[in-house]
C-alpha cells in the first residue's frame, strides 16, 4: 500500500495560482495511477484530473481543463497539480489518490483509488 501526503494548499484570489504536490511512499510509485480530487463544504467528493503511470496519459475534468495541469516525476515519487486561473468555485478540499494499474477508461472513476491523502485546503477568494 502506498501512503500519500498533500502539501501546498492556502488562500488565493481569484485569477490567481497555487501548485499542489502530492508525496509518496511505500509500495512503487510508478506503478500506480495518480489522482487528484476535491470536495467543497456540502458536497460531493469529485474527480479533478489523473495522470497514468508513465505520464502518457492524463484526463482532467471539464471545469478545470485548461486551467489545471497534472504531472508527475516518478523518481521523486511525486505527483503535482499546477492550477492556474483559480476561481471562487476551486474552493475545496483537494485530494491525493492511487490506483494501481487500471485502465485508462476508468481513471475518473472514484471507486478505482483504493489509497488517499488527508488532503489539503485550498480557498480562493473573489
Known amino acids: 500500500q502506498v501512503q500519500l501526503i498533500e502539501s501546498g494548499g492556502g488562500l488565493v484570489q481569484a485569477g490567481g495560482s497555487l501548485r499542489l504536490s502530492c508525496a509518496a511512499s511505500g509500495r512503487a510509485f510508478s506503478g500506480y495511477t495518480m489522482g487528484w480530487f476535491r470536495q467543497a463544504p456540502g458536497k460531493e467528493r469529485e474527480f479533478v484530473a489523473a495522470i497514468s503511470w508513465s505520464g502518457a496519459n492524463t484526463v482532467y475534468a471539464d471545469s478545470v481543463k485548461a486551467r489545471f495541469t497534472i504531472s508527475r516525476d516518478n523518481a521523486k515519487s511525486t505527483v503535482y497539480l499546477q492550477m492556474n486561473s483559480l476561481k471562487p468555485e476551486d474552493t475545496a478540499d483537494y485530494y491525493c489518490?492511487?490506483?494501481?494499474?487500471?485502465?485508462?477508461?476508468?481513471?475518473?472513476?472514484?471507486?478505482?483509488?483504493?489509497?488517499w491523502g488527508q488532503g489539503t485546503q485550498v480557498t480562493v477568494s473573489a
Open positions: 489518490a492511487a490506483a494501481w494499474l487500471i485502465t485508462a477508461q476508468a481513471m475518473g472513476a472514484r471507486g478505482e483509488y483504493d489509497a
